[in-house]
């Protein structure tokens, strides 16, 4: 532990800051009222700042969450739905399962609190991986996909878990997946040595973050490998499907990370720049994307969607209820999916335009949204930024309800008419079928992820790296909590500062320094990242490896 007086002064310039750090002094007061009273002092301290994100914030450690930034973004939440993109041979139903997968990807604000993770220091990485069951299909197309664990029954029923270990909560009950175990690996897993299933004989236990049922993540668990099984005890007749993920810290001013995903065996991809920027306005933070984030990428290397790809943009979030210490998240603007590539000239593209919330009044979290059709070469729907001004005879499918609860959908019929038109507009005009269920969100919850152990992860990262901060957080130690996380951040403002005195420039390791298509790509060594993340050991069998789990060690094992 770092003595007190070793301990680096929170006034110590960052050379590479863009402006003069924003500090708020620790409370005496471990409780809520400390807690607000120091964020009604950060409030405060930030106004007429044009982007708190670029600055450097420096915070006392007891208004942190004890889990590391690039653990606690990744856009996969529900892997399962992310896995399950490229199961349809319809390309219409693909993109009805990549829109469910963008209302799922971030379902930690929708069950849990906002919080405030650790800021990531410049070479921090991480990487995780998810062994999930598949979503099964149901036989009418119209229905949503039958999800196999980590959901409750709708409305105000009580989550179905068991827990184990003390591990968190155990599947429900598993039935046979939709797909098939002989499914088209992708391009990056093509090139693997990685064939066998990975060895169900780990030398230590994995570690998986588990958060409550309600995704609070200030209940973050660092305890032993979720070994569940369904409530029926029959999950392990269930192949799974592993998902992987690695991401980076590359610049530190501004803040931006890369990461990438991959389902090799179901032939999936995603890549993409994390930066967002942050602004007090009132008693509300507007976030939005930062220059560097031009949304998500997501590539189908094989089976029915094979050069299908999917751009998913972000929309603007608002953290609400500062003052009153009962913070709140509305979401504004639109989202725009769109799809290129594939094997037809006419494409999809999806609009979601969020409601804006009244400031009278309790929030709706409303949405509306349309699939609409559009023709390869033309650009005539770039303008087409709101779902009022898609024509209404290129409209295939409108959708509406709230992204926190349920969300409804339709096919539509077409008229001779051109005009622009608002979704409600098209559901009266157009011949249209009966509505289904798209998603109910409320019926979700967050899937844990599983995450190498201490004593085998690098010293830079996530876990190993912000250890000694998360343990005492924990423990409620804040003062030692604050000790070190200020070592921490003081040791990368040295290191910053040699490279500058040498005149050498940070590399990063698992991405290429260019970012600027949004698209990162990986180096040698993110490549090897990858592929050990996917040859670590599993409990269960997994599809797309030759040989059933147990019977011979993989690639990591």
């Given at each position: 532990?770092?003595?007190?007086?070793?301990?680096?002064?929170?006034?110590?310039?960052?050379?590479?800051?863009?402006?003069?750090?924003?500090?708020?002094?620790?409370?005496?007061?471990?409780?809520?009222?400390?807690?607000?009273?120091?964020?009604?002092?950060?409030?405060?301290?930030?106004?007429?700042?044009?982007?708190?994100?670029?600055?450097?914030?420096?915070?006392?450690?007891?208004?942190?969450?004890?889990?590391?930034?690039?653990?606690?973004?990744?856009?996969?939440?529900?892997?399962?739905?992310?896995?399950?993109?490229?199961?349809?041979?319809?390309?219409?139903?693909?993109?009805?399962?990549?829109?469910?997968?963008?209302?799922?990807?971030?379902?930690?604000?929708?069950?849990?609190?906002?919080?405030?993770?650790?800021?990531?220091?410049?070479?921090?990485?991480?990487?995780?991986?998810?062994?999930?069951?598949?979503?099964?299909?149901?036989?009418?197309?119209?229905?949503?996909?039958?999800?196999?664990?980590?959901?409750?029954?709708?409305?105000?029923?009580?989550?179905?878990?068991?827990?184990?270990?003390?591990?968190?909560?155990?599947?429900?009950?598993?039935?046979?997946?939709?797909?098939?175990?002989?499914?088209?690996?992708?391009?990056?897993?093509?090139?693997?040595?990685?064939?066998?299933?990975?060895?169900?004989?780990?030398?230590?236990?994995?570690?998986?973050?588990?958060?409550?049922?309600?995704?609070?993540?200030?209940?973050?668990?660092?305890?032993?490998?979720?070994?569940?099984?369904?409530?029926?005890?029959?999950?392990?007749?269930?192949?799974?499907?592993?998902?992987?993920?690695?991401?980076?810290?590359?610049?530190?001013?501004?803040?931006?990370?890369?990461?990438?995903?991959?389902?090799?065996?179901?032939?999936?991809?995603?890549?993409?720049?994390?930066?967002?920027?942050?602004?007090?306005?009132?008693?509300?933070?507007?976030?939005?994307?930062?220059?560097?984030?031009?949304?998500?990428?997501?590539?189908?290397?094989?089976?029915?969607?094979?050069?299908?790809?999917?751009?998913?943009?972000?929309?603007?979030?608002?953290?609400?209820?500062?003052?009153?210490?009962?913070?709140?998240?509305?979401?504004?603007?639109?989202?725009?999916?769109?799809?290129t590539g594939g094997k037809s000239g006419q494409m999809l593209r999806t609009l979601i335009d969020y409601k804006e919330e009244s400031w009278l009044g309790k929030a709706h979290f409303l949405l509306e949204g349309v699939i609409h059709t559009y023709t390869i070469g033309d650009t005539e729907h770039e303008a087409w930024t709101?779902?009022?001004?898609?024509?209404?005879?290129?409209?295939?499918?409108?959708?509406?309800?709230?992204?926190?609860?349920?969300?409804?959908?339709?096919?539509?019929?077409?008229?001779?008419?051109?005009?622009?038109?608002?979704?409600?507009?098209?559901?009266?005009?157009?011949?249209?079928?009966?509505?289904?269920?798209?998603?109910?969100?409320?019926?979700?919850?967050?899937?844990?992820?599983?995450?190498?152990?201490?004593?085998?992860?690098?010293?830079?990262?996530?876990?190993?790296?912000?250890?000694?901060?998360?343990?005492?957080?924990?423990?409620?130690?804040?003062?030692?909590?604050?000790?070190?996380?200020?070592?921490?951040?003081?040791?990368?403002?040295?290191?910053?500062?040699?490279?500058?005195?040498?005149?050498?420039?940070?590399?990063?390791?698992?991405?290429?320094?260019?970012?600027?298509?949004?698209?990162?790509?990986?180096?040698?060594?993110?490549?090897?990242?990858?592929?050990?993340?996917?040859?670590?050991?599993?409990?269960?069998?997994?599809?797309?490896?030759?040989?059933?789990?147990?019977?011979?060690?993989?690639?990591?094992?």
């Amino acid at each position: 532990m770092p003595a007190a007086e070793d301990c680096p002064k929170d006034d110590v310039v960052d050379i590479d800051a863009p402006g003069p750090p924003i500090s708020v002094p620790d409370s005496s007061d471990g409780g809520e009222g400390g807690k607000l009273k120091m964020i009604i002092a950060l409030v405060k301290k930030s106004l007429g700042v044009k982007d708190i994100a670029a600055m450097r914030l420096s915070l006392p450690a007891s208004l942190l969450e004890p889990i590391p930034n690039l653990e606690y973004w990744h856009y996969l939440d529900r892997p399962d739905l992310f896995a399950a993109i490229n199961d349809s041979d319809d390309p219409f139903e693909r993109m009805l399962a990549v829109i469910r997968f963008t209302f799922t990807k971030d379902l930690k604000f929708i069950h849990g609190k906002i919080c405030k993770p650790y800021n990531s220091v410049l070479g921090e990485h991480f990487r995780a991986h998810w062994d999930i069951i598949p979503v099964e299909t149901p036989s009418d197309p119209n229905h949503p996909p039958i999800l196999k664990h980590y959901t409750t029954s709708p409305a105000c029923s009580p989550p179905i878990v068991a827990l184990v270990n003390g591990a968190g909560p155990s599947e429900t009950a598993s039935v046979k997946s939709g797909k098939s175990s002989k499914s088209t690996r992708s391009g990056l897993s093509a090139l693997s040595k990685v064939g066998k299933s990975p060895s169900t004989a780990p030398t230590s236990p994995q570690q998986t973050v588990e958060t409550n049922v309600d995704a609070q993540m200030s209940d973050l668990s660092l305890g032993e490998n979720d070994n569940t099984g369904s409530a029926d005890g029959d999950s392990d007749s269930v192949a799974r499907v592993r998902v992987v993920y690695v991401t980076e810290q590359v610049s530190h001013h501004p803040p931006v990370s890369a990461y990438y995903t991959s389902c090799p065996a179901r032939s999936l991809e995603m890549t993409g720049i994390d930066q967002i920027t942050a602004k007090v306005s009132g008693t509300t933070l507007r976030v939005a994307p930062g220059s560097h984030n031009k949304g998500i990428y997501i590539n189908i290397t094989g089976g029915p969607g094979e050069g299908e790809k999917y751009h998913i943009t972000h929309p603007i979030a608002s953290v609400n209820g500062i003052l009153r210490g009962s913070f709140y998240l509305t979401v504004g603007d639109t989202t725009i999916i769109t799809c290129t590539g594939g094997k037809s000239g006419q494409m999809l593209r999806t609009l979601i335009d969020y409601k804006e919330e009244s400031w009278l009044g309790k929030a709706h979290f409303l949405l509306e949204g349309v699939i609409h059709t559009y023709t390869i070469g033309d650009t005539e729907h770039e303008a087409w930024t709101k779902v009022r001004h898609v024509p209404q005879s290129r409209v295939v499918a409108i959708f509406d309800g709230s992204w926190k609860h349920h969300i409804k959908w339709r096919r539509t019929g077409s008229t001779n008419s051109s005009a622009a038109t608002s979704a409600s507009d098209v559901t009266s005009t157009a011949e249209t079928g009966e509505y289904s269920t798209l998603l109910d969100l409320s019926t979700l919850k967050v899937i844990p992820k599983t995450v190498r152990p201490i004593e085998r992860q690098f010293s830079n990262e996530s876990r190993k790296l912000w250890h000694d901060v998360t343990t005492r957080l924990i423990k409620k130690e804040y003062g030692e909590a604050t000790k070190y996380k200020l070592a921490i951040e003081q040791k990368q403002r040295d290191e910053a500062a040699e490279r500058k005195r040498q005149g050498v420039e940070f590399i990063p390791l698992y991405f290429e320094k260019d970012i600027s298509s949004g698209t990162p790509t990986l180096t040698r060594e993110g490549l090897k990242a990858v592929e050990d993340e996917l040859g670590e050991s599993s409990p269960h069998c997994l599809e797309g490896y030759d040989e059933p789990a147990g019977k011979s060690a993989g690639v990591g094992s």
